[in-house]
């Protein structure tokens, strides 16, 4: 069956998307990645009010406007991410905004609703989800959706445990559509194994963390220049969800192996509302993938991508090489 790629992938200086990342990810970073020919995205619930969300896309939208009027170069689209969840209340006001918007590509999580893809559709958008296994890539590829993003298991936040290579290759056999892999994924030489493994782009967030249009902490890029492999821990203790986070940030709180060890997960605060509850949790216990091994400094956003793009042609060159080594 004949692909049915992202029309906007061609354009682009990397095939990379910079992930939607919870706290992490606002305008500066967006606009950035953006200026520089990677998709840029950041989720709605970075602001604490559709108010505020709306803001933040106008922002980027005239910044992206106003770098294309100066330097008559074409920025790579924006997106934004959805908690498509019953938990999420704002849900239906901020996809009305996306839409007033048109805001070019709208990342869902935690479900794939055909009304919604539809609604994205309608104006030209994308929706691409993130899946961590067969079932839920089934379910969205019968919704509608314009491509899945799979999450390895090494991937920060809410990682799967499935080895990116049986991952790809098991969704590429019923899916025709765009294919990005997240897991690990720091480098260009990253970026170019994840097409080799047949992804059509790398999503990668723990990279983007270091840097200095991020709105991270600046002890959160240290602890991530510090670590290693060996200090993620994937846990379900912080959101009820396994995710990865950054061993010393758990220690910090208190937490120990024990608690992190076990299925469920530990209470922070009674009297608080489930979206507060999980921003307080997420704002002093700091995810990352095991992707952090390759980190060891904090760039701008520019320098960064500038470093990839050098990493990725040389991986290339080098993949060349075999070819003639290998006739």
Known sequence: MEQQKAPFIDSLSLPAVAAPMFLISGPKLVIECCKNGIVGTFPALNQRTTEGFEKWVVEIKQALADYEKETGKKPAPFGVNLIVHQTNKRVQADLAICIKHQVPLIITSLGAVPQLINAVHSYGGLVFHDVIKKRHAQKAAEAGVDGLILVAAGAGGHAGTLNPMSLVTEIKSFFNKTILLSGCISTGRDIASAMQMGADMAYMGTRFINT?????DEKYRQMIIDSGASDIVYTAAVSGVNANFLRPSLEA?????????????IKFGADEDAMKEEAKAWSTIWSAGQGVTSIKETLSTHDLITQLKSEFRTAIEEQQKLLEQYP
């Open 253 to 265: 709180m208190g937490i120990t192996e024990e608690q992190w060890s076990q299925p469920s997960k």
């Open 212 to 216: 200095t249009e991020s709105m991270a």
